[in-house]
């Protein structure tokens, strides 16, 4: 049944955002071998140029037929896919066993339907790998990134949030949370990080009477428990520490061991610039005590 | 050392929205003696025209001498208000027993606040007393309030609603969630039921491959474990219908006991008119597996 083939090439299906580039250079470095097939509308332009194929979210007919042909031995989800249009979907029909199938997974978030595309493709016998399979460089490791550390009064806010994403962890919601002087200001839904972030600004700026302005919180973000290893990781990357600072927190920690981190290098050189620290904390909480 | 003489009557600190007036139809018709005390800038204006005194939120000195004047037996805070000023906390420096702790209580939450406040009027003798203790008809009480009843899948919402706040409730954040199709779309914090109804829209509203665009959802909304019954209880009241509606959920559903019913006839009213469901479900949720 099986027809992943070992020896065969690493099936990337890319979706959204700069983890399929980094997964492939991350691949090539180590000699793996491997090919890209990118979703039309949701890959980024250069993953697209660097392609093997560019189709379409739901051809899952091509896709499958694509992936025999190489021979694929194993595959793997990389960045994000939004919800497709129901045109898109009519495309898709054939391949589920019926209409009720497709209309509940459509019908449900993104983590569904990713989910829904995994059962699949292994029920066809691809194997499918993630990001701690194939390149676990690119995962958060402990400590300090940059040069900024975490005073005590964001060493507390840091355990508060992690102690809210622990206790939130079975709801299948809130990867991630601020929290600012030890409370916490945003709770993270399906609206994504940087719109939590938006929000989260005006708890962030204290006032103290008589003193200046003091910017405090920290964005916390860590992986549920039982998340599947092998699709939508919490991830941070530039654009986070940016988002984060012009919400005016000092910092970001994210769960060691199950947060992506995108583009370290130059993650850590704008988190310096902004003064923001930057820490992988040990995850889930119980290794803390253990 | 107490203050508050029997006999004496009741005080309302009279802060933002309906609760003081509501609050005050209700002693008047029950034949409790009570007197107003109005925030100006919060309290609204026909709580001002009603009010025995309008003052400033931070002048702690002319209210205590006024409530000592009027020999108040207890003392209710009604109504929200938000963070003063600088400038207006300085006209209460004298009351606190020094700058940092003035300075710890502004630089937190509205909750501290109000928890600091409590705390200085207990201490000069005088009780502080909760809707609970004087008017509890405007608690929320088990059942359906209007037409419209829950179906089967926003049942299951409502549990998973519940089931989030409960697991929240150590946090001291999330007196409400949406939740749809048996998956939360928003979680509280401190920006409140509104602008969390505001963003939970785009989620609510769903789009099932040839079928007509569905809503779904219910903001479930609940006290916390612990919460002190004498302030901030959760509210809902006709505009939290309407907001509810506008984001395109099919219901509301309250913690019984521990929840602010403001205007309920209204509400009602509009619920019906709009086909949502209001319904007051047992919390916490201990009592509905005992």
Wanted: aromatic share 4%; with cysteine; glycine share 12%.
């Amino acid at each position: 049944m099986s027809e992943g083939r070992e020896g065969g090439p690493l099936v990337i299906l890319a979706g959204a955002g700069r983890l399929p580039a980094l997964l492939a250079d991350e691949l090539t470095r180590r000699g793996r071998s491997h090919r890209i097939l990118a979703f039309r509308g949701f890959a980024e332009r250069d993953v697209c140029r660097r392609a093997d194929v560019v189709m379409d979210l739901l051809d899952v007919g091509r896709a499958l037929t694509t992936m025999r042909d190489w021979g694929a031995a194993a595959v793997t989800l990389a960045g994000a896919v939004s919800r497709p249009s129901p045109a898109a979907a009519l495309g898709a029909f054939a391949y589920f066993r019926n209409r009720h199938e497709l209309d509940d997974i459509l019908s449900r978030g993104d983590d569904h339907l990713l989910r829904g595309v995994v059962e699949r493709l292994e029920a066809r016998g691809f194997p499918v790998v993630g990001v701690r399979d194939i390149a676990p460089t690119l995962l958060a490791r402990e400590g300090a990134y940059g040069r900024v550390r975490p005073d005590l009064e964001d060493q507390t806010s840091i355990a508060v949030g992690l102690e809210l994403l622990r206790d939130l962890s079975p709801h299948d919601v809130g990867q991630a949370t601020v929290v600012a002087a030890g409370r916490v200001t945003a709770i993270e839904g399906p609206e994504g990080t940087d719109r939590m972030l938006d929000r989260a600004r005006r708890f962030s700026i204290r006032r103290p009477f008589g003193r200046p302005v003091v910017r405090a919180g920290v964005l916390v973000k860590a992986a549920k428990r039982g998340q599947d290893m092998r699709v939508d990781l919490p991830t941070i990357g530039p654009r986070t520490v940016e988002n984060a600072a012009r919400a005016g927190l000092q910092g970001i920690a994210i769960g060691a061991g199950s947060t992506l981190v995108l583009d370290e290098a130059r993650a850590i050189e704008i988190a310096d610039r902004l003064g923001l620290y930057l820490v992988g904390v040990p995850w889930p909480l119980e290794r803390i005590l253990a």
